[in-house]
Structure formats: C-alpha cells, structure tokens
C-alpha cells in the first residue's frame, strides 16, 4: 500500500494566516492527489482533487501544488469556517489511502 | 445533485455480519462507480472498496476476506456487507460517489458527495 503521511498532525493559527500543510506518499503517485475538509461530526468534502484543481463551489483562497511524492495544500488567509480536519489521498492506486489528517484550529 | 444516505443497525454483537445501505438520489447507481469508506472514532479514513458500473468490484486487501460490496439497480442502492466483525470495525461509514477524469493517459478520481455516514459500533 502507498502510505500517505501529513505534515504538521495539528496547527493553531490565527484568521488571516497564510496556512501550509504537506503531504508526503511513499511512492511516485504522479499528480494523483486530493485534498479534503472535514469539520466535527460532518462528513468530508473535496477541495482539490488530481493536486490542483479547485473543486467547484470550493473559495479561491485554497490552492494546491506538488507532483511525484511531495505535494500541499495552501490556504492563503484563513477565514473562521477553515477550522476543520484536513486530509490528503492518493488516487494513483488502490487500495486507495489517506494521510492521517491535519487538525488546524484557532490560535 | 446526487446525494448518499446511508442507514442501517447501529449497533451489530461481534462475530456478526454488519450490513449497511447507501441510497443514491439524482442520480443512477448504473453511471458512476461507488465506494465505502469508514473512519474509527476520532480516527483516519480508510478506504473499504468499490463496486463500479457495470458491478465489477475492487476491495482494500485488509478487508478483502470479509467484505462483499453490491449494488441493487432497481432500487437505486448500493449496499456493504462486512462478516466477522469485532470492536475495531467500530467506525462510521461513509458511501461516496467516485468520480472520474481522464486527463491524456492518466484517470484522475476523487470522491463527491458523501452521504452523512452511520455510526456502527460493535459491542455484545
């Protein structure tokens, strides 16, 4: 299985912040990668899927970058409603795996 | 817009057989693929399997022994069965659309929507 590990586990930060979360698999997964929100008791939402592209509806100020092995996930000035668990997925095989979420909450 | 809910016994004893439905609304079980996911209480995701279009299948090789996925076209559901359960199947479990783009050579998939998921606990 292709292990997917995210950095930072968790992040206070402040609204307005420039926010950084990486993710690392454990092999070449090419651009095969998507991001996800998930806030207490809701399911998760797509923000970005195959590394870049913004799903629709999703604000600009989330963006994606990466290929091969490393990749992020960038929220350019962080609003009250981006307090929320976010996880990375690779989509280059199966079994499909996430990273183990990355909680950011408020500073 | 397609929506998931799932729904089923929320408390199943182990050794037993957990058995869940996903309903698909807005849209056919016949055009996209459909996959099952679970995340353990204050836990990570982990990807269960999938049933495709046509009812082809793929599962997560942890699982793999116990799980059957299917689908049901004149009901518009896609279901779960997962055999020999113990406490750590604990989890809510989340049905999603997959969906597909082929981008030259490459077929990029994501999942969207989810349905709401279903807390499954296995306890005697």
């Known amino acids: 299985d292709i292990q997917m590990t995210q950095s930072p586990s968790s992040l206070s930060a402040s609204v307005g912040d420039r926010v950084t979360i990486t993710c690392r698999a454990s092999q070449n997964i090419s651009s095969c990668l998507n991001w996800y929100q998930q806030k207490p008791g809701k399911a998760p939402k797509v923000l970005i899927y195959?590394?870049?592209s913004l799903q629709s509806g999703v604000p600009l100020r989330f963006s994606g970058s990466g290929s091969g092995t490393d990749f992020t996930l960038t929220i350019s000035s962080l609003q009250p409603e981006d307090f929320a668990t976010y996880y990375c997925q690779q989509c280059y095989t199966t079994p499909k795996t996430f990273g183990q979420g990355t909680k950011v909450e408020i500073k | 817009q397609v929506q998931l809910q799932e729904s089923g016994p929320g408390l199943v004893k182990p050794s037993e057989t957990l058995s869940l439905t996903c309903t698909v609304s807005g849209g056919s079980i016949s055009s996209y693929y459909w996959s099952w996911i679970r995340q353990p209480p204050g836990k990570g995701l982990e990807w269960i399997g999938y049933i495709s279009y046509s009812g082809s299948t793929n599962y997560n090789p942890s699982l793999k022994s116990r799980v059957t996925i299917s689908g049901d076209t004149s009901k518009n559901q896609v279901s779960l069965e997962l055999r020999s359960v113990t406490a750590a199947d604990t989890a809510v479990y989340y049905c999603?659309?997959?969906?597909?783009?082929?981008?030259?050579?490459?077929?990029?998939?994501?999942?969207?929507?989810w349905g709401q998921g279903t807390l499954v606990t296995v306890s005697s």
């Open positions: 195959a590394t870049s």
């Open positions: 999603a659309r997959n969906r597909r783009l082929r981008l030259g050579e490459f077929l990029y998939n994501w999942f969207d929507p």
